[in-house]
Structures are given as structure tokens and as C-alpha cells.
């Protein structure tokens, strides 16, 4: 059976606005309650779509058609879905803005297959078409959002919102990356190529520690990798810092983006690593 992972839901991906933004998005990242919203501003050209991410999503509420509210739509996983921070649970999606005329065509309960079209992005309560998303683990909690202690209405979710470069995966056969507004998301090609958090070791010489996930990313010094990391080098070099992770030592890797993984000192590529079963 054909693994359930979660992908980046546009065609296009222009993030407009992260939530790492200073204007609309702050609040949302910053009040008692928050969730993580980014802007999709898609091609910029005409009213692009967005897409099933996963196997089956099914709409479970639909709000503001009609009426003075900023139309929005929820929709959810019929099952448990791979993210890529490597963790699997049901997913909610939430999405803001599309037009009376689009929300008009759907319903609740309507479910939706993998890459098929959902609706268009709009403007209703926006001055620009676009979309605007958020994401959470588990199933909608109660009817899906709260206003946070800044006035912010954020999506609730079981066990809560998430950063969506946690959640997505970029099929880089489905989507093109424009512009990713400074957030580091995982190709699904290192899902298929086993990679994951977890307990990896150093199988080069010496493996450079990176600020980043890349080799653009400034390379870390022996004083800027963290204690353990240090008192491990000097046991497997005889007493003789380097500048990196030497071969033999054991670290563990919090997330992953593409081939790269994120450890207690920095960012390694994996490629040069083999994962401890």
C-alpha cells in the first residue's frame, strides 16, 4: 500500500506572506492561541487552484458565504497522513478568501482525491486574489478556530497548528517553487529516499556542520558546535578538534529538509550519514 504523504497543495508556490511576517500574520504568531498562516499568491496571473494534498480530504465546514465574514473552508483527512517532520496523524487544512462564487460549489461532506481540484483563490475580505493557509495536526477541534489574545482567528486543531514546512512535502513533479519567503520545505524525494528524523552516524571523514540546509549556509567552527558534540569529536580523534562531525559519531536529527537534516549543532547533509535503526 502506497504510502498516504502530505504535499504542498498549489501548482505554484509565491508565499507572499509567512508566518514569520510583520503585518497581518504577526498576531497570529504571537497571541495566546496561534497558528502558523502563510499567504499563496500562486502565479499572480488569473485565479489559480488549490489542490487535494493527500489520498482523501473531505469538507467539513464551510463559513462566511453570504454574509460580512471572510469566507473560509476546512477540510480534513479521511485518514493519517505522512508530514514531513516524519510524524503521521489526520490532517486539517484551513483556507481563507476564495469568493462566494467558488464556496458556492461546495458543501460539507463533499470529499475531494489526491491533486484534484478544491477551488480558486480569491479576495473576498483581502484586497489581492490569493490564498491563505493553515495547517494542524489531528482532526478539526470544535468548530475549527478561536480568536487568539491578539484578535487573531487561528485554526484548532487535536494536537494543534503547525509550521507547513513541518507538514508539506514539495513534489517538485506537481509544484514549482517561486518563491518560498525564506521557509525550508522537504522534497518528497527524501521520503522516498528513507530520510527521517532520527539516530544517524557520520560515515565521512569529516562531515561540515552547517547554519542552514544547504552548502550556501556558513560552515560551524569546532567552538560553535554544542558540548557533547565536542567531548564526542575528542574521543574519536584522540584530543584533536575539527571542523565538523567526524566519522564514527552519533547525533540525532530533529526534522529534515530534503537531503538535509537538522541536528543539536546544525544542519548536515545526510547523503554522507547512515541512519541507526
Known amino acids: 500500500m502506497q504510502e498516504n504523504y502530505l504535499i504542498y497543495p498549489c501548482k505554484t508556490m509565491r508565499i507572499t506572506q ?7 500574520h504577526l498576531p ?25 494534498p493527500c489520498d482523501k480530504m473531505t469538507v467539513v465546514r464551510i463559513y462566511g458565504v453570504g454574509i460580512k465574514g471572510t469566507n473560509t473552508i476546512w477540510l480534513q483527512s479521511d485518514s493519517k497522513v ?3 517532520d516524519g510524524t503521521k496523524d489526520y490532517f486539517t487544512m484551513l483556507i481563507t478568501h476564495p469568493d462566494d462564487s467558488e464556496l458556492k460549489k461546495l458543501k460539507v461532506g463533499q470529499s475531494f482525491k489526491r491533486k484534484e481540484k478544491i477551488c480558486r483563490e480569491g479576495k473576498d475580505g483581502a484586497t489581492g486574489n490569493h490564498f491563505h493557509i493553515s495547517g494542524g495536526k489531528g482532526k478539526m477541534l470544535n468548530n475549527g478556530w ?3 489574545t491578539r484578535g487573531k482567528w ?17 513534489d517538485q513533479g ?16 527524501s521520503l522516498k529516499e528513507g530520510y527521517a528524523p532520527g ?24 567552538s560553535a558546535l554544542t558540548y557533547s558534540a565536542q567531548k ?11 571542523s565538523g562531525y567526524v566519522k564514527g559519531l552519533t547525533f540525532t536529527v530533529y526534522e529534515v529538509r530534503s537531503d538535509w537534516g537538522r541536528t543539536p549543532s546544525g544542519w548536515v547533509c545526510l547523503r554522507y550519514c547512515e541512519e541507526i535503526k
Not at 31 to 52: A, H, V
Not at 174 to 181: H, M, Q
Open 18 to 24: 509567512s508566518y514569520n511576517g510583520k503585518t497581518s
Open 28 to 52: 497570529h504568531t504571537t497571541g495566546e492561541l496561534k497558528d502558523y498562516p502563510i499567504d499563496e499568491g500562486c502565479t499572480d496571473s488569473g485565479r489559480d487552484y488549490i489542490y487535494c
Open 82 to 84: 505522512t508530514f514531513a
Open 146 to 148: 478561536a480568536k487568539n
Open 154 to 170: 487561528v485554526i484548532t486543531t487535536e494536537k494543534g497548528s503547525e509550521k507547513p514546512e513541518n507538514l508539506f512535502f514539495i
Open 174 to 189: 506537481f509544484t514549482s517553487v517561486k518563491d518560498t519567503k525564506g521557509l525550508f520545505f522537504s522534497n518528497l524525494g
Open 199 to 222: 539516530c544517524y552516524i557520520v560515515t565521512a571523514d569529516v562531515l561540515n556542520v552547517r547554519k542552514g540546509p544547504s552548502t550556501k549556509y556558513e560552515k560551524k567552527k569546532f
Open 232 to 242: 564526542k569529536i575528542l574521543a574519536l580523534t584522540n584530543g584533536k578538534e575539527a
